[in-house]
Nanobody, 125 residues
Framework: VQLQASGGGWVQPGGSLRLSCAAS????????VGWFRQAPGKGREFVAA????????YYTYSVKGRFTTSRGNAETSVYLQMNTLKPEDTAVYYC???????????????????WGQGTQVTVSS
C-alpha cells in the first residue's frame, strides 16, 4: 500500500490542524495505521495508532486528550485531529501502516512496513 500524508502547516499555539493519511493500492482494512513525528535533531517518535477493524486507538502520553486519530468513511482514509497545539508539537508527521504488527509493537517504527512521506507541522507565534 502507498500512503500519502497531508494537512500540515503553520498554526499558532492553541490552534488545531487535521492531518490526513490516504492509502492507494489497497485499503486500510485489517491494518494498523500509526502516526509518528520527527522534530529537528531528534529521532522519530510514536504519536498515535488506530486498529482499522476495531477502531481501537492508542496515544503517546504527551498528546492524550489533545489528539484524536480516526477512520474516514472510505476504507482508504485515516485522520489525526490535533487540538491545543503546542510549540513542542512542531515536527514532520508521518503515517505508517502494517497488516501484521502486534499491539506491543505499535509504538515501534520498525513494526510498520508502509510509510508515507511526511507533512510539516509548525506551531509558533
Amino acid at each position: 500500500v502507498q500512503l500519502q500524508a497531508s494537512g500540515g502547516g503553520w498554526v499558532q499555539p492553541g490552534g488545531s490542524l487535521r492531518l490526513s493519511c490516504a492509502a492507494s493500492g489497497r485499503t486500510f482494512r485489517n491494518h494498523v495505521v500509526g502516526w509518528f513525528r520527527q522534530a529537528p535533531g531528534k529521532g522519530r517518535e510514536f504519536v498515535a495508532a488506530i486498529r482499522w477493524n476495531s477502531r481501537h486507538t492508542y496515544y503517546t502520553y504527551s498528546v492524550k486528550g489533545r489528539f484524536t486519530t480516526s477512520r474516514g468513511n472510505a476504507e482508504t482514509s485515516v485522520y489525526l485531529q490535533m487540538n491545543t497545539l503546542k510549540p513542542e508539537d512542531t515536527a514532520v508527521y508521518y503515517c505508517a501502516a502494517s497488516q501484521t504488527i502486534i499491539v506491543s509493537a505499535y509504538t515501534n517504527e520498525d513494526g510498520y512496513n508502509f510509510w508515507g512521506q511526511g507533512t510539516q507541522v509548525t506551531v509558533s507565534s
